[in-house]
């Protein structure tokens, strides 16, 4: 079956230190991966988009790797800050019109 | 860019009673698309639009729901007797676009329905 792979546990880091959060998939291939964060109560908001024929990409403290080959994605936020405190989804495009979703990891930062 | 409005916010009705929700793209979006959230999931895909066709359904959106984009604009989401298992949040997006390429989606902040 096809599934997405969140950490459903939360993950909890010291301000300053690199946040790691894990996505992997099974049975799809997406042709576009994206980061998505989630505040409480409020809709996702897009952070990057990856391409399948693209291994990593950069957005201020934001990275994403993408392996095709594990079908994994890695969210790094460097320099973390309480304000980064958040649910992140992943999410895959495989073709025609659905985004996919996984069910997302909470990141707690501590000042 | 005043973002994607979903009107109301929150919805309390009881079991039985018909919902209806409304979502406002942005404008120059042709692309809709309604999500189901529950707590600890992520969104679930409901429906899509581009302009006023209404191109998928899931099968997740049973015979009680009904999505409508009249003239590619506003969308409007029904539930029909409604039952507790319906208690969701309620997400639309939008995104620019033709054809087959891809853009990111932009979502609301949510209509969450509570059925009791």
């Known amino acids: 079956s096809q599934k997405i792979e969140q950490n459903s546990e939360a993950l909890n880091i010291q301000e300053g230190k690199t946040a790691t959060l894990t996505c992997n998939y099974t049975n799809y291939s997406p042709a576009y991966l994206q980061w998505y964060r989630q505040d409480p109560g409020r809709g996702p908001v897009f952070l990057l988009l990856i391409r399948e024929n693209e291994k990593e990409k950069r957005k201020e403290r934001l990275k994403v790797t993408f392996d095709t080959t594990l079908k994994q994605s890695l969210f790094h936020i460097t320099a973390s800050q309480p304000a980064d405190s958040a649910t992140y989804l992943c999410a895959l495009h495989t073709g025609g019109f659905k985004t996919i979703f996984g069910a997302g990891t909470r990141l707690f930062v501590k000042a | 860019d005043t973002g994607v409005s979903q009107d109301p916010r929150h919805k309390i009705t009881k079991r039985g009673q018909n919902v209806t929700f409304r979502c406002d793209p942005i404008?120059?979006?042709?692309?809709l698309y309604w999500y189901r959230q529950t707590l600890g999931q992520g969104p679930e895909f409901l429906t899509y639009?581009?302009?006023?066709?209404?191109?998928?359904k899931s099968r997740l959106l049973s015979d009680r729901f009904s999505a409508e984009r009249p003239k590619g604009s506003f969308s409007t989401l029904e539930i029909q007797r409604t039952e507790q298992g319906d208690s969701a949040m309620y997400l639309c997006?939008?995104?620019?676009?033709?054809?087959?390429?891809?853009?990111?989606?932009?979502f609301g902040n949510g209509t969450r329905l509570t059925v009791t």
């Open positions: 404008s120059e979006h042709n692309r």
């Open positions: 997006a939008s995104s620019p676009g033709q054809g087959e390429t891809y853009s990111p989606l932009h």
């Open positions: 639009f581009q302009n006023e066709a209404q191109l998928e």
